[in-house]
């Protein structure tokens, strides 16, 4: 049996009804020489008897019992034979061009250990919508910084050399969600990233996400958005530059859970978690725009479809304003 070039890991729980369109848009990509390993985490739906049914010989199966998203993509990874590796959730797709774009970038820039692109979001039922993941570096040629600031990689638009994993380890097996963004800054303390500004990928919004308001774990996953910075700025003798990151990257984080929280239709705690991000700041006047901006401006102004154009306007007048990035983060849909 020939190795392949590329090994993509799918980890699945109870995803059945999305599974299939996940597998496909792996299955018809324009560069076919990968394997493709579903990690079924112990679903009970339809899923077995889905993957039963492909007969790709580029298909492998492994299944586990049920021990959440990290230790599904770890399982992958050990099972890995490819040079380089990628990640796609089981609820989400690519688009037909995705292996060969990226794999080009690390094929001629052997010093890059991550290519990565964007990612579109999508309803449950397939229809664009108006959000994308994944950005430029906000510090160009500093990925530590730039994913301190805020997590800027799309995951499910990346394709990694598999030397890379085998030198940082494995995912963090204790975190519910945010276990790609804790990769990501491991990553970047070892390897530059290289961005690819186009649209690779869609992650779908569905109420069955893992970060959804009606989610069951929409609480728990929340409380670990801060954890990666948590181990990050846990290490020891950090460089001044990157050291001097913690107050915006917490920030960041803080405000991003008050969204969450705002968007779950929980006021109180998102009162909480913006100021947790006052506190946080080194700019609290900046930091209280920014809060009026989320709070009020796109929550009110965000649900139609002019609205969103105006404030697509706007944010490009605030940022330059306040130089500064949206923050954006990435969403994780979990399995």
């Given amino acids: 049996m020939s190795t392949p070039r590329v090994t993509v890991i799918i980890p699945t729980y109870n995803r059945a009804a999305y599974l299939g369109e996940a597998i496909g848009s792996v299955l018809g990509q324009s560069l076919g020489d990968f ?4 990690v079924d985490d112990g679903s009970t739906d339809d899923t077995p008897a ?21 230790a599904s993509l770890n399982a992958g ?31 001629a820039r052997p010093e890059i250990g991550m290519a ?13 919508l108006r959000h994308f993941q994944g950005m430029p570096p906000r510090f160009p040629d500093d990925g530590v910084r730039s994913l301190l600031y805020d997590d800027c990689i799309c995951t499910i638009a990346t394709v990694a050399r598999r030397a890379c994993f085998d030198r940082v380890g494995g995912y963090d097996e204790s975190l519910p969600a ?12 070892q390897y530059r990233f290289a961005f690819v500004d186009r649209v690779l990928a869609q992650y779908r919004w569905h109420d069955g996400n893992l970060t959804g308001p009606r989610s069951a774990g929409f609480e728990a996953v929340m409380q670990t958005r801060t954890a990666p910075l948590d181990k990050f700025f846990a290490q020891a003798a950090l460089p001044a530059a ?8 917490y920030e960041n984080a803080y405000l991003f859970r008050g969204q969450r929280w705002l968007d779950a239709g929980a006021s109180r705690r998102a009162r909480r978690e913006f100021l947790a991000a006052l506190r946080a700041s080194e700019t609290r006047p900046r930091t209280a725009l920014r809060i009026v901006w989320f709070a009020i401006v796109v929550r009110q102004f965000g649900r139609t479809r002019p609205g969103a154009a105006l404030i697509a ?23």
């Fill in 35 to 38: 394997e493709l390993i579903v």
């Fill in 50 to 70: 889905l993957l039963g049914a492909i007969g790709d010989p580029r298909l492998r199966v492994l299944r586990r019992e049920h021990g959440g998203i990290s």
């Fill in 77 to 107: 990874l050990r099972a890995a034979r490819g040079r380089y590796v990628s990640r796609l959730d089981s609820d989400d797709v690519w688009r037909v061009e995705l292996l060969q774009t990226l794999v080009a970038v690390l094929d």
């Fill in 116 to 128: 990565y692109g964007k990612g579109q979001a999508m309803d449950a039922g397939g229809r664009l």
């Fill in 178 to 189: 945010n276990e790609d963004w804790d990769m990501a800054l491991r990553l970047a303390q």
């Fill in 242 to 249: 990157i050291a001097a990151m913690r107050p915006v990257a």
């Fill in 313 to 335: 306007r706007l944010t490009h007048l605030r940022r330059r304003w306040l130089r500064e990035d949206a923050v954006v983060p990435s969403v994780p849909t979990g399995e």
